[in-house]
């Protein structure tokens, strides 16, 4: 039998592991194994004495499209979201930095991902979209880390409105830590500086600036679940994601 081709690139090279979401048949969603995989990178890195640093990144024009709507179409409702609150805080939990790096777009759930990372850096061709009010969803479970680093007013406006925006503005509302014109190069800059710290100081550091966001998971994730669990269940959902795999406008589209 040939083995299945990993959905997450995995490598370790001077202290750093870099997972690379590489899913290009549906845009890097997270399905139940791009999940799986990217956890148990995740955990290997951080048992791994040798590695200071993360850096998540991800192959072609998609960062992360969001939930495997082919997955959220069938499958018990909880699933998916209980899923993402656990690679999510699995990303809070990791005691190594963890940078993420996009360069394409990223969507709904993929943004979950970046506001889990410690640092967030958006080259030019980034662009990110809370699209889940277009599908008769909302970004409960992302805003478990987002809504502690978002500019309150601007959550407001792109969460009820879907608009895309620039790696600009996604800096300027507290979604990335920066827009830069070559990812590449800032990211360098950035694993240089950790590599100069001890292992214990940037666990314990990486503890006090995540200390709002654990809060926010303490508190409010079974309650997040369980209103992403009833909004991926509900018939409006339902036809909202059916149309986007049909390609064709919901009903209530005007």
Not at 104 to 125: C, Q, V, Y
Not at 173 to 201: F, H, N, Y
Request: aromatic letters at 4%.
């Amino acid at each position: 039998m040939t083995p299945e081709v990993p959905l997450v690139r995995i490598s370790t090279a001077d202290a750093v592991t870099t997972l690379e979401l590489d899913s290009p048949h549906n845009r890097n969603a997270l399905s139940t194994r791009l999940m799986a995989e990217l956890a148990k990178g995740l955990a290997d890195a951080a048992a791994d004495p040798a590695v200071r640093a993360v850096v998540l990144g991800h192959t072609g024009k998609v960062f992360c499209a969001g939930a495997d709507l082919s997955e959220a179409t069938g499958a018990d409702p909880t699933v998916g979201p209980r899923g993402l609150v656990d690679i999510q805080r699995a990303v809070i939990d990791c005691p190594k930095p963890v940078i993420a790096v996009v360069n394409g777009a990223a969507r709904a759930g993929g943004l979950g991902l970046l506001g889990a990372a410690d640092i967030a850096i958006a080259g030019p061709l980034s662009s990110f979209a809370f699209t889940e009010v277009r599908l008769g969803l909302a970004p409960a479970v992302i805003s478990l880390p987002l809504r502690p680093k978002l500019d309150p007013r601007a959550a407001s406006r792109y969460y009820l409105t879907g608009e895309v925006f620039q790696a600009a503005e996604a800096a300027r509302i507290g979604l990335v830590t920066e827009a830069v014109e070559d990812p590449e190069a800032t990211l360098k800059t950035v694993l240089d500086a950790i590599r100069l710290g001890s292992p214990q100081g940037l666990a314990e550091s990486k503890r006090l600036t995540n200390a709002d966001v654990v809060a926010s998971f303490e508190r409010d994730a079974d309650e997040r679940v369980a209103q992403s669990a009833r909004l991926f269940g509900s018939p409006e959902a339902q036809e909202g994601m059916r149309s986007f795999l049909e390609r064709r406008p919901a009903r209530w589209a005007q």
